[in-house]
Nanobody, 120 residues
Framework: VQLQASGGGLVQAGGSLRLSCVAS????????MGWHRQVPGKQRELVAT???????????SVKGRFTISRDNAGDNVKNTVYLQVNSLKPEDTAVYYC???????????WGQGTQVTVSS
């Protein structure tokens, strides 16, 4: 499975961005897709996940501000997961990574990351 993330950038506090991640892989290997983020010196943390049927899960710190969604496709056709990030705060600054997998291993595959920087 290959994942390609895009959409990061520099934005002022209170602004918005839309992150995208295109995944090429089987329906099994992309059953769960999501986003994590990481800042230097800290562990990578969960931001949000979404299953193929649309069940979502969010970190408490982003609930009400971030929205995850996805476009489903068939086997070995590109699936896309989006992360709409609104009301951005400086503490949201991080490299955002998309991930894909199945229920047993939802973080089997990772994209290359896209930088989000929020200025105060």
């Amino acid at each position: 499975v290959q994942l390609q993330a895009s959409g990061g950038g520099l934005v002022q506090a209170g602004g918005s961005l839309r992150l995208s991640c295109v995944a090429s892989g089987s329906m099994f290997s992309t059953a769960v897709m999501g986003w994590h983020r990481q800042v230097p010196g800290k562990q990578r943390e969960l931001v949000a996940t979404i299953t193929r049927v649309g069940s979502t899960n969010y970190a408490d710190s982003v609930k009400g501000r971030f929205t995850i969604s996805r476009d489903n496709a068939g086997d070995n056709v590109k699936n896309t997961v989006y992360l709409q990030v609104n009301s951005l705060k400086p503490e949201d600054t991080a490299v955002y990574y998309c991930n894909a997998g199945n229920a047993g291993n939802p973080r089997a595959y990772w994209g290359q990351g896209t930088q989000v920087t929020v200025s105060s």
